[in-house]
């Protein structure tokens, strides 16, 4: 018999736990633990009523997403939910922690549910690429109507305690231990002051505007994604008697199972995860209690909003007066409007104004920062003396960080006399928003102050990654190659609305010229600018983007770049299609027709090419955190799972072909890795390199 299900008879109480950890998912182990368990219990004539509970954080987290693409081993979920619904004694659950997925479908199955007030239900399978598979998608529905079960679980959003209750989801909510709950509430049934039912005898009513209603929600908010239409063909299917019902899931599950999306969701799901393992994992991070942050632009003020949402005091430093007062009001801003959101109490607002942040014009009041993060504009000279500066200012035991986008943190270190208490901590714009930190290790970054920064990073609720010194460190280094990729097929003769158009197609929230625009086209043309004196003489030029900056036209914040938003909406700027002509005609270009695929297919290139040397060079760890990186802070598309996963889809020949075809037209741009030559020769995978 299993040990991860244990049986007590406590009184004329069958008292089941799931007890494996981390989260109670449901395993092969726990599954077939649940079965006996209930069998074991409805032949005890000492006993008159089952209530299963789970140890530790959680009921169940759902299904053994470890166990997906393997092969299946009986019983399935599914039949343990019917198989707890048939018995013919009453089982009651108590769920607390977060009780995901097949964990509430395991609920779903039981008589009778209670929920402590913190638990949070609901089913996450749509962030997998899956609908739920055991019986969700059916018993939900008879307890909640078709529309609110079809919207709940094709978005996966969790539900409150107090939610669920009026949803129908849970019977009772009641405080305490989900042991002591489970006794009291046993009591109850027999006393009769709890009712006790099977949700599949119960009729679902068919809301046939209501399921309309979801599909049309779901086209515009995930127009690519499978998983949440089929969610909703099988909320629909729940009139059906459940037999029927479950075998209808059955299949549009096992369609999603099969999809590209689906695995693609779950390596995103790992990956997030997988990232935290670093070398440094065993470390004690230094404590960090306060924060100083130089600059309180754009990425400063988001960086100190973000320090703020997590309790941690800011004081926030500014060359003079009216810094100080833009960095205020950006503050201000970020926090009401999370308060707007309902990300904030107004009382944590409230506190936060009135004692966590601090504003000065002096580098001196940073001197009991335990961590000091500067965000000045990227010139190394700037960076180097204030380095310098809070060197001598900061208390000794001060980490210092930049959030320096593409400089190098080993020259920057030099400038102090503690190196190895410097790190790069690069945040993504804008900073209390976006996921993404790397965590920028230089040659003397201590291991402990690495450790510090991932600490920092889960504090902030922030997805770490760890980086090597680099121009560019991880993400920005491969977005400099692969961008250039789509300025070269828009001189030879794709319109930049249609790469736009081609990468929004396959996933991109944005494409690459609507991303500079938002961005701003004076930062690519600064870099451009910076790095021209190291420009290769054989990278192609394309002086497109200059010309659009020469005109003052810088994108969204001066209302023209490549498109034009001075009519409200975003629409292709005419006077840009002049600059391009010009351009073409000074190059020699005829201008060629590009499919869409084309698009795509040289883009994506690009940047697993890229991305493929960034492994080479040890600048990321593993292919996953490559991966990560563009996940949480570049908009790629969840459901592709990222750059070296997509590339694994695709496999490392096919890759190696195209780019020595591409080559026969740009020798210098298309050069092949040897990482990916020996991927191709070898029949190896990303994937390898990730388990390696
Ligand atoms: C499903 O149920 C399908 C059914 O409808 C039908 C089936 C037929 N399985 O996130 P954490 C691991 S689909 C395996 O850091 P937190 C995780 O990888 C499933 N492992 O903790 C990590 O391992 P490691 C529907 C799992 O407190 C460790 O546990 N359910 C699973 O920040 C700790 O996780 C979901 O999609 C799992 N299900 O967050 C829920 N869950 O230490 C997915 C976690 O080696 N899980 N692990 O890196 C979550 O959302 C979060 O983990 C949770 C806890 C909120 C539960």
């Not at 599914?78 to 659950?93: G, N, Q, R, Y």
């Not at 005898?201 to 046939?208: G, K, R, V």
């Not at 990232?275 to 470390?283: D, G, L, T």
């Not at 690459?512 to 192609?540: H, M, N, Q, Y």
Request: with cysteine.
């Amino acid at each position: 018999m299993s040990d991860v299900t244990t049986l007590e008879i406590l009184g004329s109480t069958a008292l089941i736990t799931v007890d494996n950890p981390p989260v109670n998912a449901a395993s092969a182990a726990v599954r077939q633990g649940l079965v006996n368990r209930i069998d074991e219990a409805n032949s005890n004539d000492a006993v008159d009523v089952i209530a299963i509970i789970g140890a530790g954080r959680t009921f169940t987290a759902g299904a053994d997403i470890r166990e997906f693409g393997k092969t299946p081993v009986e019983p399935m979920l599914t039949e343990v939910c019917s198989h707890i619904e048939a018995s013919a004694k009453p089982v009651i659950a108590v769920l607390h922690g977060t009780t995901l997925g097949g964990g509430l479908e395991i609920a779903l199955g039981c008589h009778a549910r209670i929920g402590v007030p913190t638990v949070q239900l609901g089913f996450p399978e749509v962030s997998l690429g899956i609908i739920p598979g055991a019986g969700g998608t059916q018993r939900a529905p008879r307890l909640s109507g078709m529309g609110a079960a079809a919207e709940y679980i094709a978005s996966g959003r969790r539900l409150s305690s107090d939610e669920a209750l009026a949803k129908g989801l849970l019977d009772a909510i009641a405080d305490g231990e989900p042991r002591a709950i489970a006794l009291d509430q046993a009591e109850r049934v027999r006393q009769g002051d709890l009712a006790t039912r099977r949700v599949g005898e119960l009729d679902a009513s068919l809301d046939p505007d209501a399921i309309t209603a979801a599909r049309a929600a779901v086209a515009k908010r995930a127009p690519l994604l499978v998983a949440p239409q089929r969610c909703i063909d099988a909320v629909a299917d729940s009139t059906l008697e459940l037999s029927a019902g479950l075998a209808r899931e059955r299949e549009l599950f096992a369609e999603c199972m099969a999809t590209d999306q689906h695995k693609g969701l779950v390596h995103a799901f790992f990956a997030e995860r997988a990232v935290q393992k670093i070398p440094e994992a065993s470390e004690t991070p230094r404590p960090i209690e306060s924060l100083g942050v130089v600059g309180g632009g754009t990425m400063g003020s988001g960086i100190a909003t973000s320090a703020l949402f997590a309790g941690l005091p800011v004081t926030l430093v500014e060359m003079n007066a009216d810094g100080l007062d833009r960095a205020r009001t950006a503050i201000a801003g970020n926090l009401a409007g999370a308060v707007k959101r309902g990300k904030l109490s107004q009382d944590k607002h409230d506190a936060i104004l009135a004692s966590a942040l601090t504003f000065s014009t002096d580098l001196a009041d940073l001197a009991e920062s335990d961590l000091v993060i500067e965000a000045v504009f990227e010139d190394m000279d700037v960076k180097k003396d204030i380095f310098a500066k809070l060197d001598t200012l900061c208390k000794p035991t001060a980490l210092l960080a930049s959030n320096t986008s593409y400089l190098d943190i080993n020259v920057i270190a030099a400038c102090t006399n503690r190196p190895t208490q410097v790190l790069g901590l690069h945040f993504f714009s804008p900073a209390h928003i976006m996921r993404l930190l790397e965590v920028v290790v230089g040659d003397q970054t201590a291991p402990d102050v690495v450790a510090t920064g991932f600490a920092l990073g889960k504090r902030l609720r922030k997805v770490a990654v760890r980086a090597g010194v680099c121009d560019g460190f991880i993400g920005n280094r491969i977005l400099g190659h692969f961008r250039k990729v789509a300025d070269y097929m828009m001189l030879d003769g794709a319109h930049y609305s249609q790469i736009d158009a081609a990468l929004e197609d396959f996933g991109f929230a944005m494409g690459p010229f609507a991303v500079s625009d938002l961005a701003g086209l004076d930062i690519g043309w600064a870099t451009r600018k910076r790095l021209a004196a190291t420009k290769p003489a054989a990278e192609r030029d394309v002086g497109v983007s200059d010309r659009i900056c020469e005109n003052g036209w810088f994108g969204r914040k001066t209302q023209r770049g490549f498109y034009d938003y001075r009519s409200g909406k975003k629409a292709a700027n005419p006077d840009v299609d002049a600059i391009l002509e010009a351009e073409r005609q000074a190059a020699g270009i005829t201008p060629a027709a590009f499919e869409n695929s084309d698009i795509v297919d040289r883009y994506m290139t690009a940047m697993i090419a890229e991305a493929t040397r960034v492994i080479e060079d040890g600048i990321a760890l593993r292919p996953v955190d490559v991966d990560t990186v563009f996940l949480f802070g570049y908009g790629f598309p969840r459901q592709r799972g990222g750059p070296l996963h997509y590339a694994d889809t695709l496999g490392a020949a096919a890759l190696v072909a195209r780019m020595e075809r591409w080559a026969e037209e740009d020798a210098h741009y298309w050069q092949v890795p040897a990482l990916l030559r020996k991927m191709a020769a070898d029949g190896s995978t990303f994937a390898d390199l990730n388990r390696a």
